[in-house]
């Protein structure tokens, strides 16, 4: 039996345009700790606000094969319950719904403007950013049963323009966060109206070079506050992680990251029960030497922020390409990670408290890809596969191939979701992974 999830709601028609501790007292809507496994379901990228990718799920544990295929069109990564909810990819305006036992679809909605966001879910509500071609920015909310459309909001809404989704909305506590244009703005999921917006920094900047506009990311909710930055990467000037209170938007601390030019913040911020971590990426990077032992100069850093104060904790670079975000599980961050030079793919399961590394996996079959937590294992994608490995020592279970690289898997019950080749300019396909 799978559960829906819940969120404080009321559905209203609406049309119109890698260490610290927090007293929860001084704290709106004040959410779990990142250590208590969430529920056994997936509302959102990241599969909750703290964009652990950690699930308390069985998941396929001691062997995997393939129970089913769907689609075969450009789409967002699914959000689930008891069925598969998605959006369509970049130019066209589509929501639709999978059965989760069989894939067979369950109803969509080929009403909507086109949509460059993942959706969001909650509440029998499926939360849908759509742009259209005036560059009119609304949400939707779409009943989960039929698809159909509840109420749209026009007026006060604004989204990032990322140029690589999945972003969309962040839902904790009875609240939506959508990352704006300006920075993180608040709305209440019952009609879609705005409470309050924190106004970060400007949509446009103005250089000696080309104009750019800001990127946000989005939002990480954790102990009572939102948490986003810039992640620009053309401009490469981001540095600073904002952190505002979750219920006013009221700034909180703002910490910049000591990053060289030709850096930038990337992702999105991931939070642990007293931790925050954030990536980032050099873009231009080299290789050393020029013989076959050749190496990789590491482009990426690894940041971990006291929650309470944003101070950073601890720093680690990385010697390859982390080509996905980290996740979270009770104490440990999994980075996946990929050594151009050699085509080696490595796995790291790391202390939160120091960054210390307490094992590894590693395959010399291509880059590892979006780890997810379920129970006790981590599950990755490896080229084009997707590996099953054990949390406790790092010793992989199996290996199944998948046929196209899989996105981060989604665990829900005893089911790995995978969306193949993820991108907006791709055909995808929805694969269940079930144990033999």
């Given amino acids: 039996m799978r559960r829906r999830t819940a969120l404080s709601t009321a559905g209203t028609l609406l049309t119109g345009s890698l260490a610290g501790c927090i007293d929860a007292a001084d704290r709106a809507a004040t959410p779990a700790s990142s250590d208590d496994p969430p529920t056994n379901a997936w509302t959102q990228v990241g599969g909750d606000a703290q964009h652990t990718q950690y699930v308390d799920a069985r998941g396929p544990r001691d062997g995997a094969e393939i129970a089913w295929e769907a689609l075969g069109r450009p789409v967002y990564p699914p959000v689930v319950d008891d069925a598969l909810y998605l959006t369509e990819g970049w130019t066209d305006g589509a929501a639709l719904s999978l059965a989760a036992d069989e894939g067979d679809e369950r109803w969509a909605n080929d009403d909507l403007p086109p949509s460059r966001w993942a959706p969001a879910l909650g509440d029998d509500r499926l939360f849908v950013l759509s742009r259209t071609e005036d560059n009119v920015v609304r949400l939707h909310a779409l009943d989960t049963e039929l698809g159909e459309e509840v109420w749209v909001r026009e007026e006060g809404i604004t989204a990032a323009s990322s140029s690589r989704p999945p972003s969309g909305p962040t839902i904790e506590a009875g609240t939506l966060y959508l990352p704006s244009n300006r920075g993180i703005l608040a709305v209440h999921p019952a009609s879609g109206e705005p409470e309050w917006e924190a106004t970060l920094g400007p949509h446009v900047m103005d250089t000696d070079g080309p104009m750019w506009r800001t990127d946000w990311a989005k939002p990480t909710v954790t102990a ?9 990467d053309g401009y490469q000037r981001g540095r600073e992680v904002y952190a505002v209170d979750a219920g006013s938007g009221e700034p909180d601390w703002t910490t910049e990251l000591d990053l060289p030019d030709g850096w930038h913040l990337k992702w999105r911020a991931v939070a642990g029960s007293d931790s925050v971590f954030v990536s980032a990426l050099r873009a231009m990077v080299a290789l050393q030497g020029g013989d076959d032992e050749e190496e990789w100069t590491g482009a990426e850093r690894l940041f971990a922020l006291d929650a309470d104060s944003g101070t950073v904790v601890w720093e680690q670079e990385l010697t390859g390409k982390t080509l996905r975000p980290v996740s979270y599980a009770e104490g440990t961050l999994y980075v996946g990670e990929w050594l151009p030079d050699r085509d080696i793919g490595r796995l790291h399961a790391l202390n939160a408290s120091d960054g210390s590394v307490e094992w590894s996996y590693e395959t010399n079959a291509g880059a590892v890809l979006s780890p997810t937590v379920a129970g006790d294992t981590v599950y990755a994608g490896e080229d084009e596969a997707l590996v099953a490995v054990s949390r406790e020592d790092g ?19 005893d089911t790995a979701y995978l969306q193949t080749d993820p991108g907006h300019n791709y055909a995808s396909r929805i694969v269940a992974v079930r144990e033999r």
């Fill in 224 to 232: 009572g506050r939102v948490i986003t930055f810039d992640l620009n």
């Fill in 395 to 413: 010793e992989r279970r199996w290996r199944l191939e998948i046929g196209d690289r899989p996105g981060a898997p989604v665990v829900v019950d």
